[in-house]
């Protein structure tokens, strides 16, 4: 039989939908999932595709219908199930074969895998893929880590799969190690950021401005068509114009606010944290979808302290320019607080991560695509050795102009009782970038005088001690 060009392990939603992308793009792909059936009943489904599947029953089948040098694709749940995969593909595979772990792995474990496998092991590839199932589908964003001589034999297949920006694939090779796995990392910590200041000026319209979800889903349409022109803005308009068959209410409205998450958005603010890079938009994000958890709590909290009513009167038309430069001004911090965690990762592991080619790929395919992307990508072609977004020409530019409406915005709602904490830290961190002269003195002062951690001083080189004893 006509070997296969790649395989892949674990027909979960991410793994089947990709296997019929790559079988659609006429590779030959060998499946394998660890509950039989589930094999069985995706060939049956893949229609016309099936020809150019393999299913296979047994790892040792899966390894055998490959042609070498063997590429496995390895998209099962993150943690241990993957090292479970790694350790029985080990013993099948030889050393110029390639595992490609495709899940979403905290990148510590891709440096951990690739290190254990550097020795006798099949080479190792950790690779972000973005875009949820229809990504997946029809064109993911694709980021690769690890060897790039391993990552030229899969090339062809990421190049013919991914998700295309005005012809150019989303896909590239970004660096060494765990690049690929920690850029995934970011990019969807900033999703959270993204995702919770449209939620942020969502609440404000409907707590603030008291208007419906069928009120509200016109705006985000219209904001679609501008600046803000993104995936998450169109979608955010189409959930909200969407209403519930069964109550005849607004979807959104009959859905508790109670959001999950599985770690990658934790992990970005862990690493940031880690690096000493400031990433607070992102860092209010994922506290907010843990407050969110806490449903009992605020229901208590409710009780106790009262919700403020709505207090900003009718959403004008100025008030929705506000709200829309607001909005712009906070994706803007988020978007370069990530940036520059990805460029102190970058440093601290040595990757050289092409950051314009980064927002390149995430153009198209990724849950965060959108014009604005192309816009980063130009800024950091323009200004290569800037790593703070907000220093470049181009975003100094923008954030100079929106930063008076994430400020009136913000302040607005700190009167009005409405929460806006991934607003709010947006603002806190381009105020604190702003001022040459921050407080650290006086934080200084304080280590010397408790800690005796001495400080350095304004106007000569060295370290010095306060007398602080006669204070
Ligand atoms: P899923 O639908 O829950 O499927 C999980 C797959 O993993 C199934 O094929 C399952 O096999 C297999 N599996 C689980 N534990 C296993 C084990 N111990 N040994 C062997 N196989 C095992 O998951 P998914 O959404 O496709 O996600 C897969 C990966 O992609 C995850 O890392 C996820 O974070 C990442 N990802 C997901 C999305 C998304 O939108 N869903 C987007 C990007 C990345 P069985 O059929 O035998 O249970």
Known sequence: MEKADIGLIGLGVMGANLALNIAEKGFRIAVFNRTGSRTQAFVENAGKLAENIVACDSLKA???????????????????????????????????????????????????????????????????????????????????????????????????????????????????????????????????????????????????????????????????????????????????????????????????????QKGTGRWSAIEAQSLGIPATAIEAAVAARSLSATKKERERAENRFGTPAPAAGPATEEALTILEGALFAGKIVAYAQGFSVMAAASREFGWNLPLGTVARIWRAGCIIRSQFLGEIADAFDQAPETENLLLTPAFSDLIEAAHPHLRRVVARCAEAGIPVPSLAAALGHFDTIRRSRGTADLIQAQRDFFGAHGFERVDKEGTYHGDWSDT
């Open 62 to 260: 899966l390894a055998e219908a490959i042609e070498h040098p063997r590429p496995i694709i390895v998209m099962v749940s993150a943690g241990q199930a993957v090292d479970d995969q790694i350790a029985a593909l080990h013993t099948l595979l030889e050393q110029d074969d390639i595992i490609i772990d495709a899940g979403n792995a905290n990148f510590r474990d891709t440096r951990r895998r690739m290190a254990e496998l550097a020795e006798s092991g099949p080479r190792f590839i950790g690779m972000g893929v973005s875009g949820g199932e229809e990504g997946a589908r029809h064109g993911p964003s694709i980021m690769v880590g690890g060897a790039q001589e391993a990552y030229r034999r899969i090339e062809p297949v990421l190049e013919a799969i991914a998700a295309r920006h005005e012809g150019e694939a989303c896909q590239a090779w970004l660096g060494p190690d765990g690049a690929g796995h920690f850029v995934k990392t970011i990019h969807n910590g900033i999703e959270y950021a993204d995702m919770q200041m449209i939620a942020e000026i969502y609440g404000i319209l409907r707590d603030g401005h008291g208007l419906s979800a069928s009120g509200i889903a016109p705006i985000f349409a219209k904001w679609n068509e501008g600046r803000l022109n993104s995936y998450l803005i169109e979608i955010t308009a189409a959930v909200l114009a969407k209403t519930d068959s069964g109550s005849g209410r607004p979807m959104v409205d009959v859905i508790l606010d109670r959001a999950g």
